[in-house]
């Protein structure tokens, strides 16, 4: 059952990438939810942050490529904010603080400079205080521990052979579990 989750999960990514880069943003808007669901399920909170983040990158590189018009400027802002808040709601479920704050900042720059919006200011700063308030409290905090997986040769089947990907196993998880696991 983990193995068809994982798989599910591997070639949802994939194909929301792919709609993505394609600019089939109806398509792409329609398999988020699914998405964010099935990794939700699985606890990949990180897998779905990074994805959109390079959405994110993606969108900023094509925004400078076509020179955003006066009036088109805002809007930008608009959905780069909202994207922005998604990423940083998947950081903070995954307990990435750290990366949840960079990800504030970004979006208070967008607030202060293109918006003006400084009530939004305001509450991007009180999350991030919720945010350092946690740091705070909790001062035993445990990462997660991540193993680079290789399948190397004809014995996997042909959607993992020569392929590396990046395992992310629980809190304290030992090599010798990870490897059982396989």
């Keep these: 059952m983990t193995e068809n989750l994982f798989y599910r999960a591997y070639c949802m990514t994939q194909l929301i990438e792919i709609l ?6 109806k398509l792409f808007l329609d398999n988020r939810e699914a998405f964010e669901s099935l990794n939700n399920k699985m606890g990949n909170h990180l897998e779905v942050a990074f994805t959109y983040l390079r959405f994110l990158e993606s969108m900023d590189n094509q925004a400078d490529e076509d020179k955003i018009m006066i009036g088109q400027k805002e809007i930008y802002a608009h959905i780069q904010l909202t994207n922005l808040k998604r990423v940083q709601k998947f950081f903070e479920k995954a307990e990435f603080y750290e990366k949840a704050i960079e990800i504030l900042n970004r979006q208070k720059v967008i607030a202060e400079t293109m918006l003006y919006d400084f009530e939004l200011v305001y509450q991007i700063v009180k999350s991030q205080s919720k945010i350092y308030k946690q740091l705070s409290i909790d001062t035993n905090r445990y990462f997660a521990v991540y193993f680079k997986i290789g399948f190397f040769g004809s014995s996997f089947p042909e959607m993992l052979r020569n392929r590396e990907f990046i395992y992310r ?7 010798g579990d990870v490897k059982d696991s396989i």
Excluded: A, I, M, Q
């Design 20 to 25: 993505w880069e394609l600019k089939l943003f």
């Design 169 to 175: 196993g629980s809190r304290l998880v030992k090599r």
